[in-house]
């Protein structure tokens, strides 16, 4: 075992069939799953489990960025709670707004300030909120640039991965609690539910339930095929050798702190865009997606897939969800068991998730074939 | 003035508990550099120590006091054993460690629903930790805060000569400041080790105990402070005892203090805040110790 | 390098996948078109002969502490109405979904007990943040939910049924005894979140008009553990009394370092309304003994039938196990859906709707009756004192069932709250 957390690579291919087989797996994988979104569980899924289904891809785009961050850069991002909290508030505030504005009442607020909030004029913060082009792209830049602001302060100082993932708790528990307290202006622990109208469309209607799942299914694809390409670029080489040895990229006179900005900036926007599309899919967005105990848990569906693949990621994230809504009502004490087992079992001992299952079988074969090969080419 | 006074004496009843919360964590974490985060569960683990001897000795003085010991050889059992099947393993993988404690953690949450129910469970306090001593005019400490207080000071200090004067605290130093080399002068460092972490954990199941007195005792106690505990240490400087018992103090004066002048989540949310703007200006904490390692 | 070739086509499939799903789009319903209505709403199976109901509680998480206890006294009551014959002749069978605390969760699992399961009403739900979260899919799919627990009033969903006490079926008349008491200077401390936030500013309403001063009011976060600033606040108040909204491990807390700060019931007595039996006996006595409490039911309130529901419920789930007043509350709804749709001879939503008003039913509580316009039931309120053995006595109550009021319309103090 290296000293690194992460796991290696897949071993270059050695013979002409693994490699032809190499070339057509990601395009024919990626387009199995496309087809499998796309077609076939629309096609065989009813309506509620297709809303299900549209949670967990929510989960799985947090899952992607966790890959990218934690997976090849190697920074345990504990506070994912917190992007996917800002993109979730940020389109929940303009389906409030909107939802307000339909109600033909000029200047009318959102229902719950109408309940909680001082009955005085909007709050200055929320103005913006009311216009869809400003929100849509809040979503995402809004945790970017929360990112991009702490990341550049973290990395810069040289902060340890350990103190990172402190600190990342820290901040999620202090934005859960500062929503929280501020009832008046963000629901509280109530948090922002009950919305009628997406852009126009009614959310009640299933026709238009059905569309937000293909919106968040295309993204999940898109998401992967753009971390796909970040990890086969320049880019992608870099931060895995600063994941590897920061000391000696920084040798090789490159700024490690930038490249594990970067990772941590997009890490975010996927998880803002993927809080932003789970409220049109689920109707809520709440305090208690945000605090620590859910920031773990947007690491450990990567964890159990397989952090560095992004598709064992993606798996692990859609599979974790479903065993905890399926598990949790026959067995409530067997599922936390479980899960705890889980992370003991593939953190400690697999640490390249399940993914990596079919890798280390291998290895341990050909090991006993050839003899000990000592370590493949990282 | 009163206000400055009356709410630094509260700030140094939360520091107590801050302090003796963290301490075990100063071993674990600060020395060894381990994450755990079952370390809240060892807590858990000497509360309901406290709740299960209750039962069979009816004084709650003479209980609370036999708890302190046995709840140490509880936790610091917990701890040894942890240590052994999993966190060896992964010495080399800092971040990982944290995943699986916390996996550790919730299926010791889940083992003491199933041992002693969901409900929070109640211990009696003896009725001299229940009063308080009037320090000024409207000024007042609570015994029990006194009570953690003393026995924190004591842990801090038994801690400090274990390490400086007996041969375990000099070969728990060496094999933090160079394990190899200790390695090499015959130390069995996977014996110190655990060693260290069966002390820290200990440390927990005392803090445990003295939890019974100020606050829940159920599943999720551990989960209350484990957060906090962390705080304290890495804002203190790893590897340092006086940098934690320093920052829980300074914390806890600050928490009251903010707490008093805006409200309890302001405050929260703005020593969170302070606390990441604090590691900016120093990353390493309060104090370090110096090591050339380049880790 | 394959990767690119293969992303630029992924892309273009992707951007088609967009193009197709945007086309998808155009067959769905515009926000208010009103032709949505007919393709929402689900519909019961009532056909075999059992029914299923939907129990719908937090089993695992942090609030499993106390709703755990109201799925106990929700089972109890479909036990006894099935050994009873069942409601209209078909036995209930009830669908137990855990809502892990966690509000969207709550969502899901309420959907899928109206969608997959089919189930003719719903019993459940505890904290306000839970009970907002199912509220639009209860009104989507036009299901019915018996909502067990005291809250904060200012709601009425036509597909809610609040069986626990709306604000002045606990809190007014509360108040109203600490005035009569003479205790009028009041601190108020609650946890972070809907319902003391409400309750407090309802509180304060009442204050002013009712020459009571409020000298301070503090909100710890929910789960918050540190009360020493807080108590030491109260302290220095000069408080006759304190109203507290604090919910789960906090009052452990909040009571120990009351305690320790020199207060006592005496001095300077809490009136609670968040803690029922349950809590009392992981409190502790030694630390709530001679504190009041403002509820609809105690485990010692008189009367047969409350000797019947505490005899049912200990020979089921253990002699030592406290019956408190939301568990009350979940048995009496399940018995008061039973009646309403046994008036309706019909499982029907809308005829159990139109059938429920003045319905009523000897509770252990004393005699509810429902109020069909607000969908709430009138409730006897009650003040209770701890004792030493964890019991909760009562001292004082309202004499007669107090009609419900959610919105405090009947009340000219309240005016300006909603």
């Not at chain 1, 302060?153 to 859960?176: D, E, G, T, W």
């Not at chain 1, 809080?275 to 859910?294: H, K, N, R, T």
């Not at chain 3, 507290?244 to 007595?269: C, H, I, Q, R, W």
């Not at chain 3, 039911?297 to 008189?302: D, L, R």
């Amino acid at each position: 075992m290296t000293t690194t957390s992460a796991p290696t690579t897949t071993p270059a291919p050695e013979t002409a069939s693994e490699r032809a087989f190499d070339r057509f797996r990601v395009p024919g994988g990626f387009a199995l799953g496309a087809v499998l979104l796309l077609a076939v569980a629309p096609l065989a899924l009813s309506d509620f489990r297709l809303a299900l289904l549209a949670k967990y891809l929510c989960w799985a785009m947090v899952a992607v960025g966790v890959s990218l961050a934690w997976g090849r850069g190697g920074l345990l991002v504990l506070g994912q709670g917190v992007f996917f909290g800002l993109g979730g508030y940020a389109m929940a505030m303009h389906l409030k707004l909107a939802d307000a504005a339909d109600t033909g009442v000029p200047g009318a607020l959102p229902d719950f300030m109408q309940l909680y909030g001082t009955g005085e004029a909007l709050p200055w913060w929320w103005a913006p909120f009311a216009n869809p082009v400003f929100a849509l792209a809040a979503t995402v830049l809004l945790p970017m640039a929360v990112a991009a602001l702490l990341g550049f302060f973290v990395f810069r100082r040289r902060v340890r991965s350990a103190y990172f993932a402190i600190l990342s708790q820290a901040l999620a528990a202090a934005l859960a609690i500062w929503l929280v307290g501020q009832q008046a202006t963000t629901g509280g622990t109530n948090g922002l539910t009950d919305f009628q109208g997406f852009f126009g469309y009614d959310l009640d209607d299933p026709a238009n339930q059905r569309t937000v799942y293909f919106i968040i299914a295309v993204s999940l694809l898109l998401l992967m095929a753009a971390a796909r390409q970040l990890f086969v670029s320049r880019y992608g080489e870099l931060l895995v050798a600063v994941r590897n040895s920061e000391e000696r990229v920084r040798f090789l006179g490159y700024n490690p702190a930038n490249v594990k900005l970067v990772a941590y900036v997009v890490a975010a926007g996927m998880a803002g865009l993927a809080g932003a599309l789970f409220v049109p899919a689920v109707g809520i967005i709440s305090p208690a997606l945000i605090g620590v105990v859910p920031s773990i848990g947007f690491v450990i569906g990567a964890a159990v897939g397989g952090r560095g693949s992004l598709v064992g990621a993606v798996l692990g994230a859609i599979a974790v969800a479903w065993a905890q809504s399926t598990l949790s009502d026959a067995f409530p004490a067997a599922w936390t068991y479980l899960q705890g087992l889980l992370f003991v079992l593939a953190v400690g001992f697999l640490p390249g998730g399940l993914a990596s299952l079919g890798a280390v079988v291998r290895r341990n074969r050909s090991r006993t074939r050839t003899g000990t090969r000592s370590g493949e080419a990282a | 003035m009163t206000v400055i006074l009356n709410q630094s004496f509260t700030g140094i009843s939360i520091g107590a508990v801050l302090l003796l919360i963290a301490l075990g964590l100063t071993l674990t974490f600060g020395q060894m550099g381990v994450i755990n985060m079952a370390h809240g569960e060892f807590i858990m683990a000497g509360a309901y120590t406290t709740y299960v001897l209750q039962e069979s000795i009816s004084s709650a003085g003479v209980s609370l006091l036999v708890a302190l010991p046995v709840a140490f050889l509880v936790a610091g059992a917990m701890g040894a054993l942890l240590e052994w099947l999993l966190i060896r393993r992964l010495y080399t993988r800092p971040l990982d460690t944290l995943l699986v404690t916390w996996g550790v953690s919730l299926m010791l949450q889940q083992l003491a629903r199933d041992i002693f129910g969901a409900p929070n469970v109640q211990t009696r306090a003896p009725d001299i930790l229940t009063g308080n001593i009037a320090v000024a005019d409207g000024i007042s400490l609570a015994n029990s805060r006194l009570f953690i207080l003393g026995l924190a000071l004591l842990s801090v200090l038994a801690l400090t000569l274990v390490l400086r004067f007996t041969p375990l605290g000099r070969r728990i130093r060496a094999v933090v400041q160079n394990r190899d080399l200790a390695e090499v002068s015959g130390i069995a460092t996977g014996t110190v080790d655990r060693m260290t972490f069966f002390i820290g954990s200990g440390l927990a199941g005392v803090a445990g105990v003295a939890i019974t007195l100020v606050g829940p005792i159920g599943p999720t106690t551990g989960t209350n402070y484990i957060v906090d505990a962390f705080l304290v240490v890495v804002v203190g400087g790893i590897g340092q005892l006086k940098g934690s018992v320093i920052t829980a103090f300074v914390l806890g004066v600050l928490q009251s203090v903010l707490e008093y002048s805006t409200t309890v989540s302001v405050a929260k949310v703005i020593v969170l805040v302070a606390i990441v703007a604090f590691l900016q200006w120093r990353p390493q904490g309060l104090y370090t110790l110096r090591t050339r390692s380049l880790a | 390098m394959s990767g690119l070739s293969f992303s630029r086509r992924g892309l273009l499939a992707a951007a088609s996948a967009v193009g197709a799903s945007a086309a998808l789009s155009a067959c769905g319903a515009k926000t208010g078109s009103g032709t949505s209505s007919d393709a929402a709403g689900a519909t019961a199976d009532t056909s075999g002969s059992t029914v299923k109901i939907g129990l719908l509680n937090s089993l695992s998480g942090t609030m499993a502490i106390s709703e755990v206890t109201v799925h106990n006294a929700l089972l109890l009551a479909v036990k006894e109405i099935n050994a009873a014959g069942g409601v209209l002749g078909k036995k209930l069978k009830a669908v137990s979904q855990d809502g892990a605390s966690d509000w969207p969760t709550f969502a899901e699992k309420a959907e899928s007990l109206i969608k997959e399961d089919k189930v003719a009403a719903t019993f459940g739900c505890w904290t306000s943040a839970s009970r907002k979260a199912v509220k639009p899919v209860f009104e989507k799919y036009k299901s019915l939910l018996f909502y067990p627990v005291q809250y904060e009033g200012l709601e009425q969903s036509p597909y809610i049924f609040y069986i626990g006490a709306t604000t002045n079926q606990q809190i007014v008349p509360a108040l109203d005894y600490l005035k009569k008491q003479g205790l009028t200077r009041l601190y108020l401390v609650g946890s972070d979140y809907v319902f003391p936030r409400t309750a407090n500013k309802i509180i304060k309403a009442y204050a002013k008009a009712n020459g009571m001063t409020v000298v301070g009011e503090d909100y710890a976060p929910l789960g918050s553990t540190e009360f020493s600033t807080i108590v030491n606040e109260v302290k220095g108040s000069g408080a006759d009394a304190v109203f507290n909204t604090l919910n789960g491990d906090s009052n452990v807390a909040f009571f120990k370092e009351y305690k320790s700060a020199g207060l006592t019931a005496k001095s300077m007595p809490v009136l609670s309304v968040s803690i029922a039996e349950e809590e009392v006996k992981s409190i502790g006595t030694q630390y709530l003994e001679g504190q009041l409490t403002a509820w609809n039911y105690y485990e010692t309130t008189p009367g047969a039938a409350n000797e019947k529901f505490v005899k049912a419920y200990q020979a089921e789930y253990g002699a030592t196990k406290p019956t408190s007043d939301p568990m009350e509350a979940a048995y009496i709804s399940v018995y008061l859906w039973k009646a309403m749709v046994e008036k309706a001879g019909s499982f029907d939503v809308a005829k159990v709707k139109a059938a429920a008003d003045g319905i009523t039913f000897d509770a252990p509580e004393g005699k509810v009756t429902v109020d069909g316009a607000t969908q709430h039931v009138y409730k006897t309120a009650r003040i209770g004192k701890i004792g030493s053995d964890g019991l909760i006595t009562e001292v004082w109550n309202s004499g007669k069932p107090i009609k419900p009021d959610p919105y405090l319309k009947g009340y000219d103090w309240a005016s300006g709250l909603s």
